[in-house]
DNA sequence: TATTAGCACTCAGGAAGGTAGAGTGCTAAC
DNA sequence: GTTAGCACTCTACCTTCCTGAGTGCTAATA
């Protein structure tokens, strides 16, 4: 069956109705507020087709419809329209925006912060990605006689430190003479490329007497190995999800939060956006939202998410960049009854302001180089 | 009404039956279970004895009894014993402190996290206050032309950084000079000392060629600000409380975690043991805690709290040092029915053990100088 | 005088039943 | 193709009733 010009309009009203208020929708109601002049007897047979093309559900047989994960799919890609953010809402933002413009995992973290303020969802922000990164300095700097501080830093900007033990046999004049050699040795690698071997390579390139020195390239391949497993995810407004009737049962809020608690299934469910995505690409059909000029805003709604927690709650995510390089996402998780077009024009924004942020703050200097 | 030795035994075996069920204890019960060869009336007219003293509440007319925060208080300083920790406790604990030596901020991460697992309550752990603390070096590193990372490091190891932008004329020696002047000027000071003052007193000293790194000042000035300000706490295990009927109602459950996510006001909350013992230390009669050779544990009940969330909670808290300064705390949060004798010998157990790893990695590098 | 048996009383919580209202599907008329 | 009308279904809510746990009080007992 074709889904004529109509039945789009009784979809796209059901589907606006259900997301305000969280009630199933009954033919009458439809009937009253779209003022199409039909009665709900006729609404009724639509709906009921729309059921059987499975856009809508009935929870039970005397209820209204509620939208399917296919319904929503449907209004994401077809029916909604974009957003325009109010001035009130520009204004907020700015507001917000205003602080923190310190280090770059303190500005992701803000902006997870900001963007659970600002769409009342749950946001996250996953910390920039260091293994992609070219080592741009790499710096030992002592703090007393018996240790120092190693310091990482990447042309991203992402830096790491850790500060380690060493003998106190250790002149200070050797670790400076030491970080040069490491500086030069390491230097434009991206922390994938140092790996064990090469670690290994600049201890035989040594000379014997840099021997007591080799604690501290066994703590650089340490850090290296930890920001390697390291995936870091900032997620704020967890107590969100209480504003929405879908998570008032205490199971399914505690279900949901303990989730939400174990940051690696976090990460995981913020993989498969992605990875869903690009299945999509190998399809003709583009998503709405591919092709326009905006920050990419992906949607994962319902049961297209894999894991179990999330099929009944979707997430709408974007990339935020330093120059071409996707650095890492920030996103929002909700249930599937989410403001669609209202979250993806928030988070369009926030991400783009993001990225100018980033931009201005290392692409120049970047560039410079 | 003075409190006799067998209504002293009945409140000990109520609380304790309460503390392990949730449910309130009737007179019948503690008449087979105590084994005093008393009948279920003789109990009765005790437990309303206690009831009239104010030790017991009853939750209506026909429910058996509940223990009131005075009667949990009385409890705590003079009914229960030392709980010792079985072999099995023992070996969880150790096994799960193996992990994890790094960076001082990361190690209490890892200790809210190990004392939620270990209790089953909420675990919370407080970042070591900077102000207190001497500024031990203070270092500049040249990351590229236009931007250098501060480096700041107190005696007791706490370390903070940030990176800042400057003018891309300034040579890489004429940091280096600055670096060693600034370590000159402030080393030695404590964070309170150094105001705006003390930076303004530095950039009138310095010769009129520097100038073009007073923005360096402003930040370092900024740092000391935000470190005022600042009190990181970690929490843990905010899903723990899920597992206590106490929290089974969504509304609770929900103005509980809306606290527990409000990061400042859990740092009032815990510093609130702090005053009260204060105060208590005025009057002549010591809670029992306080005596013994163990860490510090402080406990609040319920209303003790003068948070209102935290009514129908109770705290329990250690302190933890690195030599004879207290750095921060830890402890945990649950409902006022908790198994108090359990949760002390857990916390003490687990602050000793952490003030063992941090003078071994802090103190005695301090002693040194 | 302290303890206990006995009994009437209270109250929360669950089961059973009954009702109202929202919404449907179907049929027959327009 | 649309609509009015109607019988039907189902949930949510209310009321009522009942049970069991536990109490307080009284009178008898050691």
Redesign the pocket.
């Known amino acids: 069956m074709d889904i004529g010009e109509?039945k789009k309009q009784i979809l796209h009203s059901v589907i606006n109705e259900y997301i305000a208020s969280a009630?199933?929708?009954?033919?009458?109601?439809i009937a009253k507020n779209l003022g199409l002049?039909?009665?709900?007897?006729?609404i009724?047979?639509e709906?009921?087709d729309l059921?059987e093309m499975g856009y809508l559900e009935?929870?039970?047989?005397?209820?209204?419809?509620v939208p399917s994960d296919k319904g929503y799919r449907y209004y994401v890609n077809e029916l909604m329209g974009d957003y325009q953010l109010s001035l009130k809402e520009l204004n907020m933002l700015k507001t917000m925006m205003q602080f923190q413009l310190g280090q770059l995992d303190k500005v992701m973290k803000s902006a997870a912060d900001f963007l659970s303020q600002f769409t009342h969802y749950t946001a996250f922000a996953t910390a920039p990605e260091m293994k992609q990164g070219a080592i741009k300095t790499i710096e030992l700097v002592p703090i007393d006689v018996s240790s120092i501080l190693i310091i990482l830093v990447t042309n991203e900007g992402v830096m790491k430190n850790r500060r380690v033990m060493i003998s106190p046999n250790v002149t200070v004049e050797f670790i400076h003479k030491f970080s040069d050699l490491l500086k030069e040795k390491l230097s434009g690698y991206t922390l994938e490329e140092i790996n064990v071997v090469k670690i290994q390579e600049i201890k035989t390139a040594m000379q014997t007497n840099f021997e007591m020195l080799f604690p501290i390239l066994d703590f650089i391949s340490d850090i290296i190995e930890d920001v390697r497993k390291e995936t870091d995810v900032y997620v704020s407004g967890t107590t969100n999800i209480f504003n929405f009737p879908e998570y008032s049962d205490l199971d399914k809020a505690r279900e949901f939060l303990e989730f939400l608690d174990d940051k690696q299934s976090v990460t995981k469910a913020l993989k498969e956006p992605e990875i869903a995505e690009k299945e999509a690409e190998k399809a003709p059909k583009k998503a709405k939202e591919t092709g326009k000029d905006k920050a990419k805003v992906r949607i994962m709604i319902g049961k297209e998410n894999q894991l179990d927690v999330m099929r009944s709650s979707s997430v709408v995510t974007a990339n935020y960049y330093v120059g071409d390089r996707v650095m890492g996402k920030l996103g929002i998780i909700g249930p599937t009854r989410m403001d669609y077009s209202k979250a993806v024009a928030k988070i369009d924004r926030i991400s783009r302001y993001l990225n100018k942020i980033l931009n201005e703050l290392y692409f120049d200097d970047n560039n410079k180089e």
């Open positions: 109509r009630e199933p929708v009954g033919s009458r109601h002049g039909l009665s709900s007897a006729t009724r047979n709906m009921a059921e009935q929870p039970h047989t005397s209820a209204g419809r």
